[in-house]
């Protein structure tokens, strides 16, 4: 019976060439382990005899090596040859023959193990006697274990097989506790109840060395001898089981018969080196597994990291080529990762000479914390402001890549520049809050005289035309004063769900008995559930601007279309706009006036202030949204774009 008192991981086991060839070393004479006919292990003594190294032999025919008489070719059978004792000559790197007495041991279809006595040992070809060397049977059943897919079956049938082997009554495995001084016995072949489940760290000190013990020693050293005592057992013995550094455990035995001490602690050898085999595999592929779970979790933690941050990550190889993106990278630069894998990263990192120095710095193994704010492009070759790091990408204290970080900081500069916009706004406010006092009073004064002394004039006198003329100066002045007061103004907007449609529908028709006088038609396209965040009289004045700025540009055309439609835009998943082009067929915009447009006091009009333009930007700014205009021969279209009603977004 076999019984196990640790968990065991089922993990594959098997034997290499060099492991099989240990174990072969406890044979005394020359032995060969055959896999379909070549030779796969074999132990010290072969290369004593032949001069060959193991690997030299590992991998030839038998034949290459062992000569077989023509009487004796039976041997290559796959029956097990006992009587009579073949002959065949062993031969060596210098092809000198070693007469010698052969024996096979058949495993299984692929396997076979053949040991060679030399004639002249001292033996005489006795070395089939049970006590001279290890009967071959016990190597038969290690080659079964091989075949074995899991190490607790392994462990399992080394046990029994151990112990049907040294013939014992109890064959037990001891094995080193992590967690506590001593030894947990793992493995127990016969009565479990004659030796005990723990060994104490006292007792250990005295089992480093094979030990044997039998009837009638005085000395009772361990608690482990005092049990075999009690049992009544005429034998005793240990054997360290070790790996390269230590020993890892306890090869414990007992039985009531008298064996061969010399042939015991050779039994015990060989079964305990291939216990540390089996041991120290499945110690090792324990570590791997850990290692691999714990390797697994960090690369999920890593992969959180990575995809979750705001900040773009690029990975870029020592050659300078990109080799991954994060999400964040992708979305802020407008590339892919099956784009970019291979590319050299100053095609996609474009704008700057500053990240070439930081990248190979941080291959150097040197972190550039941030190179300032920089300008990147985008795909669409956009340009957005950045902060900038480059990191290097180690291990084992070996740099083998590194890391550009970025941040989009377009948000950032905006908020900045609305900030100082602010700040002007309310500067020129002020100035043009004392400006209105001081100027509006005496402009009302002077329009005040002019009006008295028009009464005093005949409606014949020739001064009615100055003073007219006079009168309409004023008049103008006075707009224009109102225009710089309303672009002054912070713009402190009452924000409320707008139907577009019916804004500009409403507009329109106001303007509907000019545009029939100058045969002007229109054209109104705007979904019915369109709404727009924003305050109602502030987007009237802005579409007030740009319907009358149309209808005034088509008016010396003898006719033309005004032409006003709107459709819905998503942005992100959590951001919509609406987009509000109003077009007419007039003359178009000279290209030399298009960036000068929405400047204040900028005008082509002979009577213009040349703020209509520049405080509609500022409307449309303020409700965070965009105006642009696309201009050509024939024609002005201007893009209105305003953020959509919340309520709307949630709904897409």
Same mark, same amino acid.
């Given at each position: 019976?076999?019984?196990?008192?640790?968990?065991?991981?089922?993990?594959?086991?098997?034997?290499?060439?060099?492991?099989?060839?240990?174990?072969?070393?406890?044979?005394?004479?020359? $032995?060969?382990?055959?896999?379909?006919?070549?030779?796969?292990?074999?132990?010290?003594?072969?290369?004593?005899?032949?001069?060959?190294?193991?690997?030299?032999?590992?991998?030839?025919?038998?034949?290459?090596?062992?000569?077989?008489?023509?009487?004796?070719?039976?041997?290559?059978?796959?029956?097990?040859?006992?009587?009579?004792?073949?002959?065949?000559?062993?031969?060596?790197?210098?092809?000198?023959?070693?007469?010698?007495?052969?024996?096979?041991?058949?495993?299984?279809?692929?396997?076979?193990?053949?040991?060679?006595?030399?004639?002249?040992?001292?033996?005489?070809?006795?070395?089939?006697?049970?006590?001279?060397?290890? #009967?071959?049977?016990?190597?038969?059943?290690?080659?079964?274990?091989?075949?074995?897919?899991?190490?607790?079956?392994?462990?399992?049938?080394?046990?029994?097989?151990?112990?049907?082997?040294?013939?014992?009554?109890?064959?037990?495995?001891?094995?080193?506790?992590?967690?506590?001084?001593?030894?947990?016995?793992?493995?127990?072949?016969?009565?479990?109840?004659?030796?005990?489940?723990?060994?104490?760290?006292?007792?250990?000190?005295?089992?480093?060395?094979?030990?044997?013990?039998?009837?009638?020693?005085?000395?009772?050293?361990?608690?482990?001898?005092?049990?075999?005592?009690?049992?009544?057992?005429?034998?005793?013995?240990?054997?360290?089981?070790?790996?390269?550094?230590?020993?890892?455990?306890?090869?414990?035995?007992?039985?009531?018969?008298? #064996?061969?001490?010399?042939?015991?602690?050779?039994?015990?050898?060989?079964?305990?080196?291939?216990? $540390?085999?089996?041991? *120290?595999?499945?110690?090792?592929?324990?570590?791997?597994?850990?290692?691999?779970?714990?390797?697994?979790?960090?690369?999920?933690?890593?992969?959180?990291?990575?995809? +979750? &941050?705001?900040?773009?990550?690029?990975?870029?190889?020592?050659?300078?080529?990109?080799?991954?993106?994060?999400?964040?990278?992708?979305?802020?630069?407008?590339?892919? *990762?099956?784009?970019?894998?291979?590319?050299?990263?100053?095609?996609?990192?474009?704008?700057?000479?500053?990240?070439?120095?930081?990248?190979?710095?941080?291959?150097?193994?040197?972190?550039?914390?941030?190179?300032?704010?920089?300008?990147?492009?985008?795909?669409?070759?956009?340009?957005?402001?950045?902060?900038?790091?480059?990191?290097?990408?180690?291990?084992?204290?070996? &740099?083998?890549?590194?890391?550009?970080?970025?941040?989009?900081?377009?948000?950032?500069?905006?908020?900045?520049?609305?900030?100082?916009?602010?700040?002007?706004?309310?500067?020129?406010?002020?100035?043009?809050?004392?400006?209105?006092?001081?100027?509006?009073? #005496?402009?009302?004064?002077?329009?005040?005289?002019?009006?008295?002394?028009?009464?005093?004039?005949?409606?014949?006198?020739?001064?009615?035309?100055?003073?007219?003329?006079?009168?309409?100066?004023?008049?103008?002045?006075?707009?224009?004063?109102?225009?710089?007061?309303?672009?002054?103004?912070?713009?402190?907007?009452?924000?409320?769900?707008?139907?577009?449609?019916?804004?500009?529908?409403?507009?329109?028709?106001?303007?509907?008995?000019?545009?029939?006088?100058?045969?002007?038609?229109?054209?109104?396209?705007?979904?019915?559930?369109?709404?727009?965040?924003?305050?109602?009289?502030?987007?009237?004045?802005?579409? &007030?601007?740009?319907?009358?700025?149309?209808?005034?540009?088509?008016?010396?055309?003898?006719?033309?279309?005004?032409?006003?439609?709107?459709?819905?835009?998503?942005?992100?998943?959590?951001?919509?706009?609406?987009?509000?082009? +109003?077009?007419?067929?007039?003359?178009?915009?000279?290209?030399?006036?298009?960036?000068?447009?929405?400047?204040?006091?900028?005008?082509?009009?002979?009577?213009?202030?040349?703020?209509?333009?520049?405080?509609?930007?500022?409307?449309? &700014?303020?409700?965070?949204?965009?105006?642009?205009?696309?201009?050509?021969?024939?024609?002005?279209?201007?893009?209105?774009?305003?953020?959509?009603?919340?309520?709307?977004?949630?709904?897409?």
């Amino acid at each position: 019976m076999v019984s196990f008192f640790s968990p065991q991981v089922a993990t594959s086991h098997t034997l290499t060439t060099s492991e099989l060839s240990n174990l072969l070393d406890g044979f005394h004479y020359a $032995a060969f382990l055959l896999e379909d006919g070549h030779i796969n292990a074999v132990n010290a003594i072969v290369t004593e005899l032949t001069a060959y190294t193991r690997q030299e032999l590992v991998g030839k025919p038998l034949e290459d090596i062992v000569a077989f008489k023509k009487s004796e070719r039976a041997i290559k059978s796959k029956n097990s040859i006992t009587n009579p004792v073949p002959r065949v000559d062993l031969i060596t790197r210098n092809h000198q023959r070693i007469p010698s007495y052969a024996h096979m041991t058949t495993i299984n279809d692929t396997w076979r193990l053949i040991t060679l006595e030399p004639l002249d040992s001292k033996t005489k070809g006795n070395h089939l006697k049970k006590e001279e060397i290890p #009967p071959n049977r016990f190597l038969d059943e290690i080659i079964q274990i091989l075949q074995v897919g899991k190490v607790e079956e392994a462990v399992t049938k080394l046990v029994e097989t151990g112990r049907s082997l040294l013939d014992a009554s109890v064959l037990a495995i001891y094995v080193g506790n992590s967690h506590q001084p001593g030894a947990t016995r793992i493995a127990c072949s016969g009565d479990s109840n004659i030796f005990p489940l723990e060994i104490f760290s006292s007792d250990l000190s005295q089992l480093v060395d094979p030990t044997i013990w039998l009837r009638g020693q005085r000395s009772i050293l361990t608690f482990l001898q005092q049990s075999a005592r009690v049992a009544g057992f005429n034998f005793f013995a240990t054997y360290p089981i070790r790996d390269v550094e230590s020993v890892i455990g306890i090869l414990v035995t007992g039985g009531y018969h008298n #064996p061969n001490p010399d042939n015991l602690l050779h039994s015990l050898k060989m079964l305990s080196d291939l216990l $540390a085999i089996t041991i *120290n595999k499945n110690t090792l592929i324990n570590n791997l597994w850990k290692n691999a779970r714990r390797s697994e979790d960090n690369l999920t933690v890593l992969r959180l990291i990575k995809n +979750v &941050t705001s900040d773009g990550i690029a990975i870029v190889s020592p050659l300078l080529t990109l080799l991954e993106l994060n999400k964040a990278a992708e979305l802020i630069l407008g590339y892919g *990762n099956h784009e970019i894998s291979g590319v050299e990263f100053s095609e996609i990192f474009i704008g700057t000479d500053r990240i070439l120095p930081a990248l190979q710095l941080a291959l150097q193994g040197v972190t550039t914390p941030n190179l300032g704010e920089v300008y990147l492009h985008r795909r669409d070759g956009t340009q957005f402001p950045a902060d900038i790091s480059a990191v290097p990408i180690q291990k084992q204290n070996k &740099t083998i890549g590194a890391l550009i970080v970025f941040r989009d900081n377009s948000e950032s500069e905006q908020i900045r520049v609305r900030a100082q916009q602010l700040e002007q706004r309310a500067l020129l406010g002020e100035v043009t809050a004392v400006f209105a006092h001081e100027v509006r009073n #005496p402009i009302h004064n002077i329009s005040t005289g002019l009006q008295l002394m028009a009464e005093e004039f005949e409606k014949t006198d020739p001064h009615q035309e100055v003073i007219t003329r006079m009168l309409g100066d004023c008049t103008r002045l006075t707009e224009l004063m109102e225009s710089v007061l309303m672009f002054s103004r912070s713009g402190n907007y009452k924000l409320i769900p707008i139907n577009p449609g019916e804004l500009i529908t409403r507009l329109v028709n106001q303007w509907s008995s000019r545009m029939n006088r100058l045969r002007i038609e229109h054209y109104i396209n705007i979904p019915v559930d369109l709404l727009i965040e924003g305050d109602r009289r502030a987007l009237e004045q802005v579409f &007030t601007n740009l319907i009358s700025n149309a209808i005034e540009a088509m008016g010396n055309m003898n006719g033309g279309t005004l032409a006003i439609k709107a459709n819905l835009e998503i942005a992100t998943k959590d951001h919509a706009i609406i987009q509000i082009d +109003v077009s007419d067929t007039g003359p178009g915009i000279p290209k030399e006036n298009l960036s000068r447009l929405f400047e204040p006091f900028f005008t082509t009009k002979k009577n213009g202030t040349g703020l209509g333009l520049a405080i509609t930007k500022q409307i449309v &700014t303020a409700h965070k949204g965009s105006i642009s205009l696309s201009s050509f021969p024939g024609g002005t279209v201007f893009h209105v774009r305003l953020p959509a009603f919340k309520p709307l977004e949630k709904t897409l």
